[in-house]
């Protein structure tokens, strides 16, 4: 059975840090692409960092970048998402996805409310 569970969310004061990480099972994890997305009510989900199946290059949107950092351990079927510097508009539920060029898999999502 496929699973990817996030966890690592919640509660942070404008300008800490968090750690995402999204535990996958059910598939061969080192061969797919891993995407973190958020999407905060009312608005679109929004990919927020993707890195290849090996570790390669990896890639941010503007709001995110310099602040935001994915990573991946194939040996732990586990990609992370380092948040730094968090703001108010990063607020939102993040979810991870495993991708290749046939399907992809998403994870339930896990809440960062960033907020004094």
């Known amino acids: 059975q496929v699973r990817l569970v996030e966890s690592g969310g919640g509660l942070v004061q404008p300008g800490g840090s968090l750690r995402l990480s999204c535990q996958a099972s059910?598939?061969?994890?080192?061969?797919?692409?891993m995407t973190w997305f958020r999407q905060a009510p009312g608005k679109e989900r929004e990919l927020v960092a993707f890195?290849?199946?090996?570790?390669?290059?990896?890639s941010y949107p503007d709001s995110v970048k310099g602040r935001f950092t994915i990573s991946r351990d194939n040996t732990k079927k586990t990609v992370y998402l380092q948040m730094n510097n968090l703001k108010p508009e990063d607020t939102a539920v993040y979810y991870c996805?495993?991708?290749?060029?046939?399907?992809?898999?998403w994870g339930q999502g896990t809440q960062v409310t960033v907020s004094s």
């Open positions: 996805k495993a991708s290749n060029y046939r399907v992809s898999y």
């Open positions: 890195i290849p199946s090996t570790g390669g290059t990896t």
């Open positions: 059910g598939f061969t994890f080192s061969t797919y692409g």
